[in-house]
């Protein structure tokens, strides 16, 4: 085998790795984009085969598209489609029994024709279980043999000796992609199905924590009320250590809120912090999240409006606590 080198130089541009990777990248894109004009009623059947049975969905494959079929499964059931993986090889030696009739098997082939997967199709039949064909051959035996057959092949592969299964295998992908989403449409998946189904990591604490999970109370939310003097109110703020107070009326309610931003720019106009009331240099209407929202919902009202804070109110505007950017960082939410 000749090594292909490159002279790097002095412009990267002309290294034969830039053109050779975007010559692989858009073997692969148009790969895809073929397959937008090729779903017809196929992959409708295909759809509603799914959700008209009451068991699993079982994926296989064999070599690159065994490493698809494992993908394509965990998405299907990470979006509210039960699924999981099954070796061909190893369903011929007792792993079949995992299939129930009220499964649906889908069997991963470019060429259609993998021994593996054909050597369990009768079985498969014999359970009961309706089969999907994803292959690249609509006349291979795995295909004639389907309930369903779906093309998930390409013109050529970006190998450029024509034969390492990628544009085949990224096309597969992103079918597998499509299939899987438009269960979860039909299924009505919410955001709250997919939060309980991805409880860990960064991903489960951004839509599982509430504003209430990590809102400070009592004491540890600044507040004021409307007859102190901005002094107070600044002297409240510096105690807080959150950038600012709020102010309230008799009854508890929030109508402003104080802040550094505030207490910078009253300064530069001179004015008597001492002899002036907190209402006449205060913030009126400030921004507020409920408790039971969600935190991810509170980072994006701060992004969007460019605070640093947020008043926690109840449906009648009592303060009932108050969050900052901090709050959300030692909440792992962002």
Excluded: W
């Excluded at 130089?9 to 053109?19: F, K, M, S, V």
């Excluded at 009220?102 to 079985?123: H, K, T």
């Excluded at 004015?271 to 994006?300: N, Q, S, Y």
């Amino acid at each position: 085998m000749k090594a292909q080198g490159g002279n790097t130089g002095a412009n990267p541009e002309q290294h034969p790795a830039l053109a050779m990777a975007r010559e692989v990248l858009e073997i692969e894109a148009r790969a895809v984009s073929n397959l937008i004009d090729r779903l017809d009623r196929h992959f409708v059947r295909a759809v509603e085969l799914i959700m008209n049975r009451h068991g699993r969905v079982v994926v296989s494959g064999i070599g690159k598209s065994g490493h698809i079929a494992r993908k394509i499964a965990s998405t299907l059931a990470s979006t509210g489609t039960p699924a999981f993986f099954v070796h061909p090889a190893e369903a011929s030696h007792g792993d079949l029994g995992m299939v129930t009739r009220d499964d649906v098997f889908v069997a991963l082939s470019n060429s259609g024709e993998s021994a593996e997967l054909l050597a369990i199709v009768p079985l498969i039949k014999r359970q009961g279980a309706k089969l999907i064909a994803m292959t690249g051959n609509a006349g291979s035996a795995l295909a004639r043999e389907a309930d369903v057959h779906l093309y998930a092949g390409a013109d050529k592969e970006a190998c450029p000796l024509n034969l390492a299964p990628t544009a085949s295998t990224t096309a597969a992908l992103a079918l597998g992609d499509a299939l899987a989403v438009a269960l979860m449409n039909a299924k009505g998946f919410t955001r709250d199905d997919f939060a309980a189904a991805h409880p860990g990591g960064t991903l489960g604490r951004k839509l599982l924590t509430h504003v209430r999970d990590v809102m400070r109370t009592g004491e540890n939310a600044p507040r004021i009320g409307h007859g102190a003097t901005a002094m107070e109110a600044v002297l409240e703020m510096s105690r807080g250590r959150m950038g600012m107070t709020a102010v309230l009326d008799d009854a508890g309610r929030v109508i402003g809120i104080f802040t550094d931003g505030d207490l910078r720019r009253n300064l530069e106009k001179g004015v008597d912090m001492r002899a002036t009331r907190i209402t006449e240099v205060m913030t009126r209407g400030p921004r507020a999240i409920g408790p039971e929202k969600l935190a991810a919902e509170a980072v994006e009202i701060m992004e969007r409006f460019k605070v640093n804070q947020l008043l926690v109110v109840d449906p009648d505007q009592r303060l009932l606590g108050a969050l900052n950017m901090h709050d959300l960082f030692r909440g792992k939410v962002i």
